[in-house]
Structures are given as C-alpha cells and as structure tokens.
C-alpha cells in the first residue's frame, strides 16, 4: 500500500513531499529532513538581518542608521555604539540611500555597555553590515586582516578576526560573519572581553580601550551600518553569511588619472567649468601681481563646478575611487581672510552625496598665485549637478571670489592599473605654506642643557609612562627621560606647531636621539615604532617599513650614543599624545620577561623636517656624506640643500666646492689630481630657540 501526504515545517513554512511506504505491517518513512530545509545561504538584502539569526541567542546589537526598519528578536538588546574621537574617528554617509558609520582614522571602536555578559563566553561572532568597497582590500585584491584589540590598556591583547571575505568590493550593503577568541589575561586567569581588572583606570567604561569593547584594527574607512555581538553560532555559520551580489558590470577604469583645465594657457584635458543653475562664472583678465598677470575664471555664486567631458577619468559604475583636487588662485591681498574647498561630492552611482570633511582653505592676501590640493578618500565620478557630463566635488566660497586659472581633477588608481597608487600631480600640497619660511625645519630637546627648542617630553600615562632622572656613567650623568610603569614607550610632544598646523602634507622626518648604552641594558633595542600619516585625506597609524624599519641595539659601552632614524611620510597628529608628536618610541627588553630592562634613558631628541620646497627645501642636518667608487671615478653623494666644502687636511681650511638646492640626490665627482681630500656638508644656520 503507498500514500502520499504533505508535511509543513513549522519554522519555514515550506513544504515537504513524504512519501510513506507500509509494507509487512512496518511503516518506513522517506522524507525531506526539515533542517535540511532550514539551511539558508545569502546575500541575504541589507534591509533585514540575515534570515540565519537564532532568536533565542543572547544578542547585543546596534543599528546605525536612524531610518532602518529590521525585525529584531525581542531578546536582543540594543546596548552597542561606537566610541568616537582621537584616532577612532568616524562620520555618517549615504551610500546606496543607506546611512552608515565611516571611520576617518585608523579604527573602529565597538563599544558594548552590557560587555559583562560575555565575561564566560570563550568565542564571540561579529555579524556586521559594511560597505563593500576598497577600503576592504588590499592592493593586490586580497582581504584585509582585521585585528581585535579587546581587554583594557595594560591588560590588551590582539586577536585575528581573519581576512575579510572576497567578493565583497561589489558597491552594495554586505552581510559579513566574524569570529574572535575572548582570550585569557594571563595575568587575572580571565577572559579579556567582560572583565577589567582595574575599574579606576580610565577609558574602561565598557570594558576595552579608549571607551570601547572591541577595537577594529586594520581597515581604516571600513563603512559600518548594524553591528551584532552574540555567542558562537548565534547568526549562522561564515559560509551562509559570507555571500555576497556580484558586482556592477562595468567597462575596466581607464589608465589616465588626471583631468584638467588651464584658463590662462587655453588648454583643457577632458575637463570644463560647469556655468549654469546656481554655479555660474565669469572670465577675467589680465589678473595678478605685476609681471604675472593671468586670465582666470571666477564664480559669481556660491559655487563651482567642473564637468569630465566623454567619461575620461571612468565611469559613475566605477568604484568610488580617492580624489585629488588641484585648483591654482590668485591670493588676491583685499579677500585676506576669504575660504574655499571642496563642497558636496558623490559617493555612489545612485547620486547619494556628503560633504568634505576637511578643512577650507584660508586665503593669506599674498598677492602671488598659489597652488593648493584638496584630498577626499573616496568620490563617484556620477558627480553633484553635472549630468550629463561625470564630475567630482563642487567648490564652495565664503567671504569672496578668488579667480582661478586651473583646475585639476585626479584619481588615484588601484589592482592592476598601470598609474595604481600615483599621485595625480604631486606638484599640488594641502598646505602650500610648507613651501614658505611660515614653518620651521627644525626642533630640539636637550634636557641636560635646558634646551626645549619646539621639543619637549610628552605627557606621562597610560602605555607610555615617562620619568625624568639623572643617567649615565659617573662622570657623564645627565638629565634624561626614561619609560617607566612597566612600559617600554617614549614620546615627545611638538611645542607651539613648530613645524606648522597638523593638518600639511606628510612630511620626511630626520631624528637623532642620544641614549645612554647602559651596560645594564646590554641586548634592548630602541626604534620609531609607530606615526600618524595622511592616505588620501585620512590620518591612519602607520609603521614604518623597508629601511626605515630600524632599530639600535644597545651595546652596554658605558656612552652616550646617538641614534638616528627616519620617517618619510609623517604628519603631526601624534599616537595618543597632544597637541602635537612625531612619533611614538618603543624600546624592547633585553630580558623579555622583564620590562625595566629596556628603560632606556635619552636625553637629548632632535627633529629635521626635510621640506619638499620652498627656500628650506632638502635641507637634512643629520645626513652624512656617501662615497661612491667605480672603475672611472669616485664620486661624492648627498641629498638636498647643503654646500659641500673640500680641504686638503681635515683641521682644514674649508672651501666651498659646490652649492646645490634641491631634493634630490646631488653628485660631485672630486678632481683625480689631488690624492687626498676631506669634504663636509655645510648647512643654513638653524633657527634659535
């Protein structure tokens, strides 16, 4: 006898064929399994969670954008934010007609103020919905690896949360399942993640660093909107989650990276100046200070905008890409006090917009004209009011119309692109007084003498704890600064912007520090370990790589010795040390297990700035002298400004040879008819204290 029936799965409400089969008096059953029914693969669309979520799992959430309508259980509990400010920055965008949170420094920081809950969970999943976009990958179109710092300053470890998966650089809202270990303090026997061993230390309000939970490390700009936090299994498992729209077809981006007009030379690149609705322009000519008068163009508006002519710089499908603009002005002197910038700007090829965080540019009244760039980390070509032309940001005034004879319009390209990673035209600095005597090149701090020439020891606290003492041998003892508190951090805090207002250019950065080789310390290193540095208009924490990764040993000699290091592209936005740093220090232990033995004591700091331009452009105090030799000559070598003088016995006299003024590597070849030569570098006079 056979039958046939339907049989419905509660939970699904989907329908499964059983056909029951009695033979012999036995009835076997053949049926479709329900789980098996369950089981459910994404994307899953960004207006919902997932429909993989366990209900009944314990759950702590946020939503960031105001306007989602999610169907969330009713035991989840909505305790999650993001803690803000210093280098965990972020900003609300539009992406897509969906509101998100961007970070615009180097992390993300959860914070969960029912963090207690998981003080017992050895496993904690991450459910989040981000942006797919570059800020994701790699170079090389490979994942990101995100790090978790979780437990409080001190007491913090990092964990792996893995690479991010692949195929989400697609332009949408994607679903994205991590998992991190709530790790163990060796030092309390707990798990880092709902514990603080020591509530009186501040910034541990919800149980990790800076006011947050979990830090996410490693992907600057990361675009987050909904965050969950629940035990293992709670949102289904990665391989359900983790699937994702294939991106927009879309013709491959062109390899060219710079549009541009030139109103005085007549020449234009694809690019023009928009004169319509509320951004309308008139020409002028014969603009600027006598000898070089221009003809420009000038808004009678608000604003001012530029179309891409025939798609030149890619298409609005294209992924929103970092964009520079370049714009050279007449600072006129009667619009002292004037600004302008970028204003609106296109994130997405649906047209939504934000707005230039950055700052505006203050006209001086300098009467010259001057070439400033504006960054923006990631534009759409779609434009703001240029259909049907393409288009980055418009321009915004306040307080007066300065003309313009140029505007440029670059991207920066990314993968395999022949222009990948280039500067647009690096010609154009986002602060053009670098290239002035406004800012200075160099500083010191010589705690022994009493000299703070810009430099002085940085606050003392939290990882970098600092003492000031009297070090070295018995009949060298100077007054030097040292880590302390079971810590192995120095940093010295910039007095005064002596090199200038944070927000410039990255800058190449010369130190020499003098530290005492204590025998006591035999084995303990001393390096620059970590710095701020602009990428593309974001301050991002940056370590220094290749050769300028290095570190000096202390040989226990008993000496005062210099160290010398160097950063090439450093702002001043300092590691969690204000106004103003460099570069934060780091000495490792020549006993692992022993902190004190890498308290090593420096006691002098200085700091050359070697301008890209200007009248103190490539001028490096500290460099030395290379010789090169070759079967047909030896030659001398050196970088930037400086003369180089020559003498025929080392007490001298002193000649100059040779004056050169650039940044770039110079080369004297010596006259072979003399045998012997001694050579210097001699330097312009260094700004007093």
Same mark, same amino acid.
């Given at each position: 006898?056979?039958?046939?029936?339907?049989?419905?799965?509660?939970?699904?409400?989907?329908?499964?064929?059983?056909?029951?089969?009695?033979?012999?008096?036995?009835?076997?059953?053949?049926?479709?399994?329900?789980?098996?029914?369950?089981?459910?693969?994404?994307?899953?669309?960004?207006?919902?969670?997932?429909?993989?979520?366990?209900?009944?799992?314990?759950?702590?959430?946020?939503?960031?954008?105001?306007?989602?309508?999610?169907?969330?259980?009713?035991?989840?509990?909505?305790?999650?934010?993001?803690?803000?400010?210093?280098?965990?920055?972020?900003?609300?965008?539009?992406?897509?007609?969906?509101?998100?949170?961007?970070?615009?420094?180097?992390?993300?920081?959860?914070?969960?103020?029912?963090?207690?809950?998981?003080?017992?969970?050895?496993?904690?999943?991450?459910?989040?919905?981000?942006?797919?976009?570059?800020?994701?990958?790699?170079?090389?179109?490979?994942?990101?690896?995100?790090?978790?710092?979780?437990?409080?300053?001190?007491?913090?470890?990092?964990?792996?949360?893995?690479?991010?998966?692949?195929?989400?650089?697609?332009?949408?809202?994607?679903?994205?399942?991590?998992?991190?270990?709530?790790?163990?303090?060796?030092?309390?026997?707990?798990?880092?993640?709902?514990?603080?061993?020591?509530?009186?230390?501040?910034?541990?309000?919800?149980?990790?660093?800076?006011?947050?939970?979990?830090?996410?490390?490693?992907?600057?700009?990361?675009?987050?909107?909904?965050?969950?936090?629940?035990?293992?299994?709670?949102?289904?498992?990665?391989?359900?989650?983790?699937?994702?729209?294939?991106?927009?077809?879309?013709?491959?981006?062109?390899?060219?990276? *710079?549009?541009?007009?030139?109103?005085?030379?007549?020449?234009?690149?694809?690019?023009?100046?928009?004169?319509?609705?509320?951004?309308?322009?008139?020409?002028?000519?014969?603009?600027?200070?006598?000898?070089?008068?221009?003809?420009?163009?000038?808004?009678?508006?608000?604003?001012?905008?530029?179309?891409?002519?025939?798609?030149?710089?890619?298409?609005?499908?294209?992924?929103?890409?970092?964009?520079?603009?370049?714009?050279?002005?007449?600072?006129?002197?009667?619009?002292?006090?004037?600004?302008?910038?970028?204003?609106?700007?296109?994130?997405?090829?649906?047209?939504?917009?934000?707005?230039?965080?950055?700052?505006?540019?203050?006209?001086?009244?300098?009467?010259?004209?001057?070439?400033?760039?504006?960054?923006?980390?990631?534009?759409?070509?779609?434009?703001?009011?240029?259909?049907?032309?393409?288009?980055?940001?418009?321009?915004?005034?306040?307080?007066?119309?300065?003309?313009?004879?140029?505007?440029?319009?670059?991207?920066?390209?990314?993968?395999?692109?022949?222009?990948?990673?280039?500067?647009?035209?690096?010609?154009?600095?986002?602060?053009?007084?670098?290239?002035?005597?406004?800012?200075?090149?160099?500083?010191?701090?010589?705690?022994?003498?009493?000299?703070?020439?810009? *430099?002085?020891?940085?606050?003392?606290?939290?990882?970098?704890?600092?003492?000031?003492?009297?070090?070295?041998?018995?009949?060298?003892?100077?007054?030097?600064?040292?880590?302390?508190?079971?810590?192995?951090?120095?940093?010295?805090?910039?007095?005064?912007?002596?090199?200038?207002?944070?927000?410039?250019?990255?800058?190449?950065?010369?130190?020499?520090?003098?530290?005492?080789?204590?025998?006591?310390?035999?084995?303990?290193?001393?390096?620059?370990?970590?710095?701020?540095?602009?990428?593309?208009?974001?301050?991002?924490?940056?370590?220094?790589?290749?050769?300028?990764?290095?570190?000096?040993?202390?040989?226990?000699?008993?000496?005062?010795?210099?160290?010398?290091?160097?950063?090439?592209?450093?702002?001043?936005?300092?590691?969690?040390?204000?106004?103003?740093?460099?570069?934060?220090?780091?000495?490792?232990?020549?006993?692992?297990?022993?902190?004190?033995?890498?308290?090593?004591? $420096?006691?002098?700091?200085?700091?050359?700035?070697?301008?890209?331009?200007?009248?103190?452009?490539?001028?490096?105090?500290?460099?030395? *002298?290379?010789?090169?030799?070759?079967?047909?000559?030896?030659?001398?070598?050196?970088?930037?400004?400086?003369?180089?003088?020559?003498?025929?016995?080392?007490?001298?006299?002193?000649?100059?040879? $040779?004056?050169?003024?650039?940044?770039?590597?110079?080369?004297?070849?010596?006259?072979?008819?003399?045998?012997?030569?001694?050579?210097?570098?001699?330097?312009?006079?260094?700004?007093?204290?």
């Amino acid at each position: 006898m056979n039958a046939s029936l339907k049989s419905t799965c509660p939970s699904t409400g989907r329908s499964a064929l059983v056909r029951l089969h009695i033979l012999a008096g036995v009835l076997v059953a053949f049926y479709i399994s329900c789980l098996g029914l369950r089981a459910q693969t994404g994307p899953f669309a960004p207006t919902n969670w997932p429909a993989t979520i366990n209900a009944s799992a314990p759950v702590d959430y946020l939503i960031a954008d105001p306007n989602a309508v999610f169907s969330t259980p009713v035991g989840w509990v909505n305790s999650v934010t993001f803690a803000g400010g210093g280098d965990q920055a972020f900003q609300t965008i539009t992406l897509n007609g969906l509101a998100g949170d961007q970070s615009t420094s180097s992390f993300m920081n959860i914070a969960d103020s029912n963090y207690a809950v998981w003080a017992n969970t050895p496993s904690i999943d991450i459910l989040l919905q981000v942006y797919g976009n570059d800020s994701l990958y790699n170079a090389d179109t490979s994942g990101k690896t995100i790090n978790v710092l979780e437990g409080q300053l001190g007491h913090q470890t990092d964990v792996s949360a893995g690479a991010v998966p692949l195929g989400a650089n697609n332009g949408q809202w994607n679903w994205m399942l991590f998992t991190i270990t709530n790790s163990i303090d060796p030092a309390t026997g707990n798990r880092r993640i709902g514990n603080v061993p020591d509530p009186t230390q501040p910034g541990v309000a919800n149980g990790g660093v800076n006011d947050g939970t979990l830090r996410l490390e490693g992907v600057a700009g990361i675009t987050i909107r909904a965050v969950a936090l629940g035990e293992s299994g709670a949102f289904g498992s990665s391989n359900q989650i983790n699937v994702f729209v294939p991106p927009v077809s879309c013709d491959p981006e062109p390899p060219v990276n *710079l549009a541009f007009i030139d109103i005085n030379a007549g020449i234009t690149n694809h690019l023009s100046v928009l004169n319509d609705t509320d951004q309308t322009v008139t020409y002028q000519n014969s603009v600027g200070p006598a000898g070089d008068l221009r003809k420009g163009v000038q808004a009678t508006t608000t604003y001012m905008n530029f179309g891409i002519l025939s798609n030149y710089l890619g298409a609005p499908c294209n992924p929103p890409r970092p964009m520079k603009v370049c714009v050279e002005f007449y600072d006129d002197p009667v619009l002292g006090g004037a600004s302008f910038g970028p204003d609106l700007y296109a994130t997405d090829a649906a047209g939504d917009t934000n707005t230039f965080a950055g700052p505006a540019y203050i006209l001086t009244g300098s009467d010259q004209w001057v070439k400033v760039a504006f960054w923006i980390p990631a534009v759409n070509l779609v434009g703001v009011n240029t259909a049907p032309l393409t288009g980055g940001p418009r321009l915004v005034f306040n307080g007066g119309f300065p003309v313009i004879d140029r505007i440029e319009l670059g991207v920066v390209r990314s993968g395999t692109n022949a222009l990948a990673g280039l500067d647009p035209d690096p010609a154009y600095f986002m602060n053009p007084l670098i290239c002035t005597t406004n800012y200075g090149f160099y500083a010191e701090l010589d705690l022994q003498n009493g000299i703070m020439n810009g *430099l002085d020891v940085g606050s003392s606290g939290n990882d970098q704890q600092m003492v000031v003492e009297m070090a070295g041998p018995t009949n060298d003892q100077r007054l030097a600064v040292r880590p302390d508190g079971g810590n192995n951090n120095l940093q010295f805090q910039i007095l005064n912007e002596a090199f200038g207002p944070s927000y410039q250019d990255n800058a190449r950065v010369s130190q020499v520090l003098t530290y005492y080789d204590d025998p006591a310390l035999a084995g303990a290193t001393l390096r620059a370990q970590v710095y701020q540095s602009w990428l593309y208009g974001v301050s991002a924490l940056t370590f220094p790589s290749g050769v300028y990764d290095k570190r000096v040993t202390l040989q226990g000699s008993g000496q005062w010795r210099d160290a010398i290091f160097e950063l090439p592209d450093a702002n001043f936005n300092g590691v969690n040390q204000g106004p103003q740093s460099l570069v934060r220090y780091q000495t490792t232990p020549a006993v692992p297990a022993d902190p004190t033995s890498g308290y090593v004591h $420096v006691t002098r700091v200085r700091y050359d700035v070697v301008r890209p331009c200007g009248p103190n452009v490539g001028i490096d105090v500290f460099q030395t *002298l290379s010789i090169t030799n070759s079967s047909s000559n030896v030659g001398i070598e050196w970088f930037g400004t400086a003369i180089l003088q020559s003498a025929l016995a080392l007490t001298g006299p002193w000649t100059n040879t $040779v004056n050169y003024e650039n940044n770039l590597t110079n080369h004297f070849a010596p006259s072979p008819s003399q045998p012997l030569q001694f050579f210097r570098l001699q330097f312009p006079p260094l700004p007093l204290p």
